[in-house]
């Protein structure tokens, strides 16, 4: 795999390379759009390009592409979980669901994660490497071609920790919003961390209008350091601190992901310390029957235990909904479906 890697250019970057090939500066406008408007994946599916030229092109550049593996729809509401294969063998996830404005990617920004929390099974499997932006971008790209549809908003919620690929991810976000290409904004987006505080903030000064998404799941430091190992390096007020000033700033609702963990997290006591934790932060709380996965043992907690969690959050004011479950029929968690494939099950 030699070559530039053409589809994490920008597009003034792309010009300075046509420009050293000495080709004509329109060039790069026209490969810009076949790569991000069209998701090619080949230089030889540029036909306003001549032969000679796109042998040129291939030799100079590589594009990197995700190849469906193993693709599942689920029968209950046609939510689409992909096994994409890279173009160095490695795996990952993206889940594709349909709301009544549009079509959500959902898409992994590391093979692995560092994060190790307890519950996860891209934490478990341990971190192998980064994704480019490339790798991201084309994982809206395949989706997209092989349902023939067009994605209108992304979340950052698959395998790996966003924060942890800052610079790759800030990429990514510039390149997918650029209206020279797939152009979705980004109130569009929703971007998930476990709680990088530092990267909170470096992300806050950039001034965009992501949404931020903050996986909670506990209202303390005892119960967080428990499950989450990222909490011992930033604990839970300085992570809140970082959200209220996220809120503030933008103006945006930050989301809190709270996974019912039976026995665990998910008590009266639990719900009331959360709500005295974040009153007063602008924002939404989402909770999460947790997903079983078979390196652990923990277990979702039971619809008595999840409503009387929700009713003492909503009675102190605060928004709080269930997630809606999609794809509950295909192991849309991400993580899962490619350990359970390393394991030789699918
Ligand atoms: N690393 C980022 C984004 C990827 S994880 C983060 O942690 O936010 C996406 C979401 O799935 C997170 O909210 C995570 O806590 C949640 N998650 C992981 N394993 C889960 C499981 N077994 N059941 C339910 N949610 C899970
Ligand atoms: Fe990584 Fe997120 Fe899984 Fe934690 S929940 S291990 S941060 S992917």
């Known amino acids: 795999m030699s070559g530039i890697d053409v589809k994490s250019l920008y597009l003034t970057e792309l010009k300075s390379e046509i420009v050293n090939l000495n080709l004509q500066t329109f060039r790069a406008q026209q490969i810009y759009q076949w790569l991000h408007v069209n998701g090619a994946s080949s230089f030889d599916q540029m036909t306003n390009i001549s032969k000679q030229l796109r042998d040129t092109l291939s030799n100079y550049f590589h594009i990197f592409n995700c190849e469906i593996e193993k693709k599942f729809v689920s029968q209950i509401d046609g939510t689409v979980k992909y096994l994409y294969r890279l173009n160095d063998g490695e795996y990952i996830e993206a889940v594709l669901m349909k709301y009544k404005y549009g ?8 093979v692995g994660c560092k994060m190790g929390c307890e519950f996860c099974a891209s934490g478990k499997g341990g971190f192998v490497r980064n994704l480019t932006p490339s790798e991201m971008l084309s994982q809206i790209h395949t989706a997209q071609n092989d349902m023939n549809v067009r994605v209108s908003h992304i979340v950052l919620m698959g ?14 976000l510039k390149l997918v919003s650029d ?5 979705i904004g980004m109130r569009n987006i929703t ?6 505080v530092d990267r909170i903030y470096d992300l806050l000064s950039e001034n965009l209008q992501l949404t931020l998404s903050v996986s909670l799941h506990a209202p303390n430091d005892r119960i967080r350091n428990s499950i989450m190992p990222i909490n011992r390096k930033y604990p839970i007020d300085d992570l809140l601190s970082a959200c209220r000033r996220y809120a503030q700033i933008t103006s945006r609702r930050v989301s809190f992901e709270y996974a019912m963990i039976n026995g665990l997290n998910d008590s009266a006591e639990d719900a009331k310390e959360l709500s005295q934790k974040i009153e007063g932060i602008h924002c939404h709380v ?3 029957p947790i997903n ?3 390196e652990n043992n ?6 008595e235990r999840l409503k009387k969690f929700l009713s003492v959050i909503r009675s102190n004011g605060i928004n709080v909904t269930v997630r ?8 849309a968690s991400c993580g899962q479906l490619r350990s359970r494939h390393q394991k030789g099950e699918v």
């Open 286 to 288: 989402n909770l999460i």
């Open 179 to 183: 209206s020279n290409g797939l152009n």
């Open 191 to 196: 971007i998930s961390t476990s709680g990088l």
């Open 103 to 110: 079509y959500t990617l959902c898409i992994s920004t590391q």
């Open 324 to 331: 809606r479950s999609l794809g509950s029929d295909i192991d």
């Open 298 to 303: 923990f277990r979702k907690s039971s619809t």
């Open 292 to 294: 079983n996965i078979k």
């Open 159 to 172: 395998m790996g920790e966003p924060l942890d690929n800052y610079k790759n991810v800030l990429k990514f």
